[in-house]
Structures are given as structure tokens and as C-alpha cells.
């Protein structure tokens, strides 16, 4: 896993090809080593990926050409996910985050609602995947604690695992660490990325108010037929909300100096980035006081030698979706589907709108959102000129996985749901966010709408 990451960081810049044929080869070991760890979502990646590398073979007009962009992707995918891995194991172990965490779970029923949704947007970007270990546990166990043995204790876990979900979901349209936007970035030229933010946190704010009035109406009768005392309000943990923006802040820094210095993508500075962040944070954790060194160094041999092996399931399941979608989008003439998807049958706006709900269909039929978003970024980004202002269109992929992530039972969140709640990816993903996902799906139409100027 080291030699990957460090490989995949130097063949970047690297002419020789040298160190991409050395990611490859550590990508491989690394899937051959990890066989005892995966599953059956990870067998069957790795199955569709060999049968389309056979077919690439046998039906690309430059098969190694397309065999070595695939294999670029998805060994930066795999580098991508356990660059940030690294950070999530140094936030892991931070009391400012655990202090966080506690404040955005113990909030009054009135507004945990946009407490719990804005919290794992926030800390998302510093935790990714990571704050949903992290909250589940700390909302199921604060459950237990303020009213134990309350018959609507199950309605009151389930409503704060929503929030989380539904926070995290549509956070991915505007967080600059989500995974969503950053491959779509990497693959398609012409993207405005601050645009982007803003137009995604707009939209996810609309979500939240769609979010929190389902909710709402959903529970209103039962939350007035019993009447429980309302928790006192905790403490503002001040000291531990300055670190975790400070941490927030010197890693936004960081990776705009290597993105400049490195004259590359913001993609490739926040890579760069997560190393440095993590030593640093282990070391701030440890005080600066005599012996910090030592311990920080311990710690660290605990993250990369003991815990780093864990994401092995998740980081070959991203670099098979990485692998399928551009192997799948070299087999596809671009202007041929683009045609036969009919954009210039539709209103821009219309198009934008649809193809969430596309995305989303897709997941159905256990094709993730990864895979999805990065054949229609590969596509996208082969053409000479696009059809359709590459920003919003970058926008309306990552809503469609959004929705995905609230609605599927087979995508990414929703299975580390289920591991860290006990509930079936089903109840996580239909029974809780039908209704929810159907009016955000709705809600793009208007949006797009007025994106788009009515074109």
C-alpha cells in the first residue's frame, strides 16, 4: 500500500512511465495479499473488471492504450482512498473530533435535526466515510443513555441516523475532500471548482430544509402524544470546534500550496497533503512536550502497520470501479452515446435533472455510483466540446450519486451503515429515505431550471 501511494504520487509527474508500472504491479500484489479480506462485493469487481479487460483486448483499436488509462485510474483511485485513510486514522484518534461528534448527537430535538446534517457535512471533510463509525455508535449509545428503556427510543435512533445519512449524501456536492467531485474533476477539463462548492452547498441546503421538513411531518403526531423532558442543551465545546477548524483550515492550506507548487489539480494537492497532515496531527495530538516524538512515532506505526490493512476491501472495491468505468467508457464511442442519450433532444435543464435519476436507477442493479460517475466523466472528458457547461453537469452527476447513496441498499455508506447500526441496508436506504430521495429528485428539476437560465 505504501509503495502504491508513493508510485502513484510520482508517476504524475514521472515521463518515464517507470513508477506507473510500479503502482500497477503494488495495485495487484496488493488485491492478491488482501484475497482472505474480501468479500463478495470485491470478488465480483474484480470478475467484471477481468472480463472487460479481456474485452478491451480483443475490441479496443489501441488496447493498451486503454488498458493503461484504466489501470491509471484505478490505481489512483486506490492511492486516492488510502491517502485519505490516512487522515481518518489520525482524526480517529483526536478527542477535538470525538468532542465534536458528542455535541452535534446531544442537541434538543428541535434543531438535531440540522445539527446532525450539517455536523457530518463539516467533519466529513476531514473524515470522509470515517464520521459515520463515528457518530453511529455515539448516537446509538446517547439514545440508550438519556431515556433508557423509552419505547421511542428506535424512532428517536432512527431519525439522527438519517440526518447522518442525509448529511453525508448531499455534503459530497460541495465538500472539497469528497470523493464524488474530485474524480469527476480529475476527468473532465473545464470545470469551475469554486463555482461548484457553491452552487453544491446551495442545493444541499435546500435538501436539508426537504430533509428536515420530512422528518418533521413524519413524526410530528408521535412526537406530541408523548412528552419526554427535554435534554439539557451541552456546552459549546469551544476549545475542541477552534482545533477541529484549525485542522479543517491547515489542511485546505496545504493542499493549495502543493497544488500550486506542484502546478497540478487541487485532486492531486489534497494527495500530497494527507501525508504531512497526518504527522502533523499525530503530533499535535501527542502536545509537543518531551517524549511527543516517541509516542507520535508509535501511533504511527500502529495507523500504517496495523490499521491502514483494514481499507483493503474498500480501496480494491474503488479501483475496480475506477478500472470498469474508463475500461467501459474506452469500449463506448463518445458521440455515439452522447447522441443516443438525446441531449440535444432535451432542454438543458431537463437533461441535468434526468440523469441523477439515472445514476440512481443504475445502483439498483449494483452498478455503484463510482463506477457510473467515472464512465460518464471518461466519456465526457474524451469529447472535443461539450454539450452542456461542464460545471453543472459535473453537479448533476454528483447529485445523482448523492441520491444514490439515500436511496440504494448496494452503494458504500449504506453497507457501512449497516456494519456500524445493526439495521438492514434496506430499512437504511427504501424504508427511511423513499419519500425523502423522491422529493430531492424533484427538487433538481426547478434548480437546473434556473442554473440553466431555462435552456
Given at each position: 500500500?505504501?509503495?502504491?501511494?508513493?508510485?502513484?504520487?510520482?508517476?504524475?509527474?514521472?515521463?518515464?512511465?517507470?513508477?506507473?508500472?510500479?503502482?500497477?504491479i503494488?495495485?495487484?500484489?496488493?488485491?492478491?495479499?488482501?484475497?482472505r479480506?474480501i468479500?463478495i462485493?470485491?470478488?465480483?469487481?474484480?470478475?467484471?473488471?477481468?472480463?472487460?479487460?479481456?474485452?478491451?483486448?480483443?475490441?479496443?483499436?489501441?488496447?493498451?492504450?486503454?488498458?493503461?488509462?484504466?489501470?491509471?485510474?484505478?490505481?489512483?483511485?486506490?492511492?486516492?482512498?488510502?491517502?485519505?485513510?490516512?487522515?481518518?486514522?489520525?482524526?480517529?484518534?483526536?478527542?477535538?473530533?470525538?468532542?465534536?461528534?458528542?455535541?452535534?448527537?446531544?442537541?434538543?430535538?428541535?434543531?438535531?435535526?440540522?445539527?446532525?446534517?450539517?455536523?457530518?457535512?463539516?467533519?466529513?471533510?476531514l473524515?470522509?466515510?470515517?464520521?459515520?463509525?463515528?457518530?453511529?455508535p455515539?448516537?446509538?449509545?446517547?439514545?440508550?443513555?438519556?431515556?433508557?428503556?423509552?419505547?421511542?427510543?428506535?424512532?428517536?435512533?432512527?431519525?439522527?441516523?438519517?440526518?447522518?445519512?442525509?448529511?453525508?449524501?448531499?455534503?459530497?456536492?460541495?465538500?472539497?475532500?469528497?470523493?464524488?467531485?474530485?474524480?469527476?474533476?480529475?476527468?473532465?477539463?473545464?470545470?469551475?471548482?469554486?463555482?461548484?462548492?457553491?452552487?453544491?452547498?446551495?442545493?444541499?441546503?435546500?435538501?436539508?430544509?426537504?430533509?428536515?421538513?420530512?422528518?418533521?411531518?413524519?413524526?410530528?403526531?408521535?412526537?406530541?402524544?408523548?412528552?419526554?423532558?427535554?435534554?439539557?442543551?451541552?456546552?459549546?465545546?469551544?476549545?475542541?470546534?477552534?482545533?477541529?477548524?484549525?485542522?479543517?483550515?491547515?489542511?485546505?492550506?496545504?493542499?493549495?500550496?502543493?497544488s500550486?507548487?506542484?502546478?497540478?489539480?487541487?485532486?492531486?494537492?489534497?494527495?500530497?497533503?494527507?501525508?504531512?497532515?497526518?504527522?502533523?496531527?499525530?503530533?499535535?495530538?501527542?502536545?509537543?512536550?518531551?517524549?511527543?516524538?516517541?509516542?507520535?512515532?508509535?501511533?504511527?506505526?500502529?495507523?500504517?502497520?496495523?490499521?491502514?490493512?483494514?481499507?483493503?476491501?474498500v480501496?480494491?472495491?474503488?479501483?475496480?470501479?475506477?478500472?470498469?468505468?474508463?475500461?467501459?467508457?474506452?469500449?463506448?464511442?463518445?458521440?455515439?452515446?452522447?447522441?443516443?442519450?438525446?441531449i440535444?433532444?432535451?432542454?438543458?435543464?431537463?437533461?441535468?435533472?434526468?440523469?441523477?435519476?439515472?445514476?440512481?436507477?443504475?445502483?439498483?442493479?449494483?452498478?455503484?455510483?463510482?463506477?457510473?460517475?467515472?464512465?460518464?466523466?471518461?466519456?465526457?472528458?474524451?469529447?472535443?466540446v461539450?454539450?452542456?457547461?461542464?460545471?453543472?453537469?459535473?453537479i448533476?452527476?454528483?447529485?445523482?450519486?448523492?441520491?444514490?447513496?439515500?436511496?440504494?441498499?448496494?452503494?458504500?455508506?449504506?453497507?457501512?451503515?449497516?456494519?456500524?447500526?445493526?439495521?438492514?441496508?434496506?430499512?437504511?436506504?427504501?424504508?427511511?429515505?423513499?419519500?425523502?430521495?423522491?422529493?430531492?429528485?424533484?427538487?433538481?428539476?426547478?434548480?437546473?431550471?434556473?442554473?440553466?437560465g431555462?435552456?
Amino acid at each position: 500500500m505504501l509503495i502504491l501511494m508513493l508510485s502513484v504520487l510520482i508517476a504524475r509527474h514521472d515521463p518515464g512511465k517507470l513508477f506507473a508500472l510500479l503502482s500497477y504491479i503494488a495495485m495487484a500484489l496488493v488485491a492478491l495479499l488482501s484475497i482472505r479480506k474480501i468479500g463478495i462485493r470485491e470478488t465480483y469487481l474484480l470478475i467484471i473488471s477481468g472480463l472487460l479487460s479481456i474485452t478491451v483486448c480483443l475490441e479496443h483499436p489501441e488496447p493498451l492504450h486503454a488498458f493503461q488509462a484504466s489501470l491509471d485510474q484505478a490505481a489512483f483511485m486506490m492511492a486516492f482512498i488510502l491517502l485519505l485513510g490516512l487522515l481518518y486514522e489520525a482524526a480517529v484518534n483526536s478527542p477535538a473530533i470525538t468532542e465534536c461528534g458528542r455535541y452535534i448527537t446531544r442537541q434538543p430535538p428541535g434543531r438535531r435535526f440540522v445539527s446532525l446534517y450539517l455536523g457530518t457535512g463539516l467533519m466529513s471533510v476531514l473524515f470522509n466515510l470515517g464520521v459515520i463509525s463515528l457518530l453511529t455508535p455515539l448516537i446509538q449509545s446517547g439514545v440508550r443513555t438519556v431515556n433508557p428503556g423509552d419505547p421511542l427510543n428506535p424512532i428517536r435512533e432512527r431519525r439522527q441516523l438519517v440526518a447522518v445519512q442525509r448529511g453525508f449524501a448531499w455534503g459530497i456536492i460541495w465538500s472539497p475532500t469528497a470523493l464524488a467531485p474530485l474524480t469527476i474533476l480529475d476527468l473532465v477539463p473545464g470545470i469551475d471548482r469554486s463555482r461548484w462548492i457553491l452552487f453544491g452547498f446551495i442545493i444541499a441546503s435546500i435538501a436539508m430544509v426537504i430533509g428536515w421538513l420530512e422528518d418533521y411531518l413524519r413524526f410530528r403526531y408521535i412526537s406530541r402524544a408523548r412528552k419526554t423532558p427535554r435534554p439539557t442543551p451541552p456546552a459549546l465545546p469551544r476549545s475542541a470546534l477552534l482545533r477541529f477548524t484549525a485542522a479543517f483550515f491547515w489542511l485546505l492550506s496545504l493542499t493549495l500550496c502543493f497544488s500550486y507548487t506542484s502546478n497540478d489539480t487541487v485532486v492531486f494537492g489534497l494527495m500530497l497533503a494527507c501525508p504531512f497532515m497526518m504527522l502533523g496531527w499525530l503530533l499535535a495530538q501527542q502536545g509537543f512536550v518531551a517524549g511527543a516524538v516517541s509516542r507520535a512515532k508509535k501511533q504511527l506505526g500502529i495507523v500504517v502497520f496495523e490499521n491502514l490493512p483494514h481499507a483493503a476491501p474498500v480501496s480494491i472495491t474503488l479501483a475496480c470501479s475506477g478500472f470498469i468505468g474508463r475500461a467501459a467508457a474506452a469500449l463506448v464511442p463518445a458521440d455515439q452515446l452522447i447522441a443516443a442519450a438525446g441531449i440535444d433532444l432535451f432542454p438543458n435543464y431537463v437533461f441535468l435533472s434526468l440523469l441523477p435519476l439515472a445514476i440512481t436507477l443504475l445502483s439498483f442493479m449494483a452498478l455503484s455510483p463510482i463506477v457510473t460517475s467515472v464512465f460518464l466523466g471518461s466519456v465526457l472528458g474524451s469529447l472535443d466540446v461539450l454539450p452542456i457547461d461542464a460545471t453543472l453537469l459535473a453537479i448533476s452527476i454528483s447529485c445523482g450519486w448523492a441520491l444514490a447513496m439515500t436511496v440504494s441498499p448496494f452503494v458504500t455508506l449504506v453497507l457501512v451503515m449497516v456494519r456500524a447500526s445493526g439495521h438492514t441496508g434496506i430499512t437504511l436506504s427504501l424504508k427511511w429515505n423513499f419519500g425523502f430521495a423522491l422529493m430531492s429528485a424533484l427538487m433538481l428539476f426547478p434548480i437546473f431550471w434556473i442554473l440553466t437560465g431555462g435552456r
